[in-house]
C-alpha cells in the first residue's frame, strides 16, 4: 500500500515536472517568435509620443535610436538606469526627452516623459503610465483635457522655484478640486526635470561624436 501511494505520488510529481517544462518551452517560444514585432510596436509607440512633445522642425536624426543612459537620478526620481532621447537637428542638439518618474502620485508612481529644448524652455510633458483615480486623478492624461499642455513654453528663468505648485499651495499651476495630490506630484516632477536638465545641460546636449556625424552625413 505504502510503495503504491509513493508510486503516485511519484508519477503525479512527475506530471507536474512535465507541465511546468512544457509551460517554460511554449512561453519561450512564443517570446523569440514575437519578440520583435513587440519591439517594434514598442518604438512606434514611443515615437508617437515624443512627436508629440518635440516638434519634427526640430530633429532629423533617429530620436529614438539617438539616445543616452542616465545613471538613477533623486531629480528625475528614477532607481534605475533610464534613456534620454536626443533630438538634433543638422548634428546639433536641439532637444532632450527624458524619461521621469512622479513617486508621490495618489495611487502610486506616475511615469511622464518630459521634452526640453536646448534653451531651457519646456517643449511638452506627457503621461505614459498612471493609476490615478479615473473621472477624478486622470485629467493630468492629454485625452482627458488640456491641462498637462500647461508646461509647454516653460522655463526655470520663466517661473521662480516658488511657482512651481498648484495654486493650492501658492503656486502657478491650477488644479481640479478634490485632486490636488495628482498635480502637486506631476508639477513637482516636471520641476525636478528641469533642474536635472540645467545642472546636466552640457552632457546632455553633447555634440555628436564624429564617427555619427559621419554615419548620418
Known amino acids: 500500500m505504502r510503495r503504491t501511494m509513493a508510486q503516485a505520488s511519484f508519477h503525479a510529481a512527475l506530471n507536474l515536472l512535465f507541465f511546468a517544462v512544457l509551460a517554460t518551452l511554449v512561453l519561450a517560444s512564443t517570446y523569440y517568435l514575437t519578440r520583435d514585432n513587440i519591439a517594434g510596436s514598442v518604438e512606434k509607440e514611443k515615437l508617437k509620443l515624443i512627436a508629440q512633445v518635440v516638434p ?5 536624426n533617429a530620436i529614438v535610436q539617438d539616445t543616452l543612459q542616465l545613471p538613477p537620478s533623486e531629480l528625475l526620481g528614477t532607481d534605475d538606469i533610464s534613456i534620454a532621447y536626443l533630438a ?16 508621490d502620485g495618489y495611487s502610486g508612481k506616475i511615469a511622464l516623459i518630459v521634452a526640453i529644448r536646448s534653451n ?14 479615473p473621472g477624478l486623478g486622470d485629467y493630468i ?18 517661473r521662480r522655484n516658488a511657482d512651481w505648485k498648484v495654486k493650492k499651495d501658492g503656486g502657478q499651476f491650477d ?8 498635480p502637486r506630484a506631476v508639477v513637482k516632477a516636471v520641476h525636478k526635470a528641469a533642474r536635472y536638465f540645467e545642472q546636466h545641460r552640457t552632457v546632455l546636449l553633447a555634440p555628436v561624436a564624429p564617427a555619427v556625424r559621419e554615419k548620418t552625413k
Do not use: C, N
Open 56 to 60: 519634427p522642425h526640430l530633429y532629423d
Open 88 to 103: 538634433r537637428l543638422k548634428s546639433v542638439p536641439s532637444a532632450v526627452v527624458l524619461q521621469v518618474i512622479a513617486p
Open 120 to 133: 531651457g524652455e519646456i517643449s511638452g510633458v506627457r503621461v505614459v503610465a498612471h493609476r490615478e483615480t
Open 141 to 158: 492624461e492629454l485625452p482627458k483635457g488640456p491641462w498637462i499642455k500647461g508646461f509647454d513654453g516653460l522655463s526655470l528663468a520663466k
Open 175 to 182: 488644479y481640479m478640486a478634490g485632486a490636488t495630490i495628482t
